[in-house]
């Protein structure tokens, strides 16, 4: 047979087969193989910009780098002109000038306004200014928006602008494109701060959307706002930010088909109305200490899968200050029965469908010893930590006292099977006695059942039999942060953990919480633990 002729290195090579496959290959290949097909050649990044799905442009505000808004605004006009029909369109600008927004304005949302047919569904705007410009392009680029994000707004007085954009602008453009999106939106957000929530026309704006699953406001709306939210027969998720204690949330109690509800600041108050909602999947409560009273409401909430708060607090006892002679002996006394009272704390209930129980602050752990899930629990503690109290916790000798080293224990044991991810802080306390001369290799033993891959120790001192049984109990230990005090003889014990791959020591760091000093992080593999402490000695 002959030879094939070699191919000319001055002809085009047949790109058809190659842009024949493209639009299958798309969603399989990562950005960087996307940037590399669109700078290939002409043809490949006609063909790549057609499957542009979303189209997002970013600005920090500062007038030196306008000119990369400026790119990105004749990158986007580019891609539209070669083809492209995105379904989203994000644009997060932080200006300072309105010369710089103009020119975006004008060679972006006029080619988005031109498409033909129209195939924006999903707009984000974070700080754009809302001017009558920007809502007729929308509204001519996205005539069926279901998905409508407006966040970052501070109201009346906007920081996204210079004062020359008024805030009656930017409240007259959202009722504009809450009237023109109000018949097939399905999600919306309203991140505007300052008078929203008082507008006499958002209740019937709202009541507008009957298709709405998903909403999310800045601020707590007034009654007559949140009673037109139960006309909603679609809207199944609520997020509503800003939340304080002089915010009344009794109209939640209405919104009865409610799956996932979110409240920023949430109140104890909101707790009764909140424990109405029993179709209740999904709850976030961030900045919410709940209390007993308030975590046995949350127990009655029969399809509740998903937790998030801020932590669990038990109640204190609060010690008498001693007054001398045998008032001093009696408030002793007291507060010995008190402590005693204390060390078994009622069990907490939870709700017996929960499945995931996520902390966004410490936690003490008489608080975690006391939880009581029906089932199978996951645990999101991870960076959140399990936090002692030096004046709670402590004798005035700085020793543990032997009710929180129970709790500790207690709360080593709730974690078995339910994280893999761990942070103590324990306040620099001195062992218990009860534990003997074992010391904190009775804590180890306690998490050994967990099998944690992560375990962050802040404020302990420990001695190399500690760090031995640390060694001997936890081999399962991938990550290991050591904020505290380890001695640095024992640092070679740390090579017995055979899947440590990530490590972080505070060699200079003493026994004292207020005075230390942190000379070095040493990050590194086990195998070169025998070289610092001869590095660092010598």
Known sequence: MPAEAPPDPGQAPDLAGLLNVLPLL??????????????????????????????????SGLPRTDWRLHLAARAIRGALERGARPRRLELRLQLTRSSA???????????????APPALTDVRLHRVPLTSEVVQGLTAAAPRLTVLRLSGYELPCCGCMPCTWAAHE????????????APQLEELELGLTGGLAAEPWLPAALQQCSRLAR????????????????ALPRLRALALRGVTGRDRLSGLAG????????????PEAALPAVAALHGL????????????????????????????????????????????????????????????ATDEPEPLPLPPRLEVLELGGPIHPGALAALRPAGPLELLLWPRCVLLE?????????RLQPAAAE?????????????????????????PYSWGPARYGVLFAALAPAALVVLELRSVVLWGADVAALAQHLPTLQVLHLICHAPLPAWPLLRRLPRLRELRLHPGMGNMADIWEEFGDEQGCPVRLWLWPLALMG
Not at 170 to 181: I, N
Not at 255 to 266: E, F, H, W, Y
Not at 299 to 307: F, K
Request: hydrophobic share 50%.
């Open 170 to 181: 930017a409240l007259a453009s959202v009722r504009a494109l809450l009237r023109h999106a």
């Open 101 to 115: 927004f103009d020119k975006f304005r004008r060679l972006v949302l006029s080619r988005l306004g031109a498409m």
């Open 255 to 266: 919104l009865t088909a409610l799956t996932a509800l979110s409240l920023d600041a949430a």
């Open 281 to 340: 999947a999904r709850l976030e409560l961030a900045g919410c200490a709940l209390r007993p009273e308030g975590l046995l409401l949350l127990a009655g909430l029969p399809q509740l899968r998903h937790l998030h708060v801020e932590t669990v607090a038990l109640p204190r006892q609060q010690a008498t200050p001693a007054d001398g002679g045998g008032g001093g002996a009696a408030a002793a006394a007291a507060a010995a029965e008190a402590a005693e």
């Open 215 to 230: 909403l999310s406001l800045g601020e707590v709306p007034g009654e007559a706002a949140l009673g037109a939210l139960g």
């Open 407 to 431: 709790a500790l224990l207690g709360a080593c044991g709730q974690l078995a099977g339910r994280t893999r991810a761990a942070c103590l802080s324990l306040s620099w306390p001195k062992a």
């Open 26 to 59: 798309w969603s399989l290949l990562g950005v960087p193989d996307r940037r590399a097909l669109r700078t290939c050649c002409r043809a490949t990044r006609r063909t790549a910009d057609q499957q542009l799905d979303a189209l997002s442009a970013c600005h």
């Open 390 to 398: 030096r004046e709670a916790d402590q004798d005035p000798y700085g």
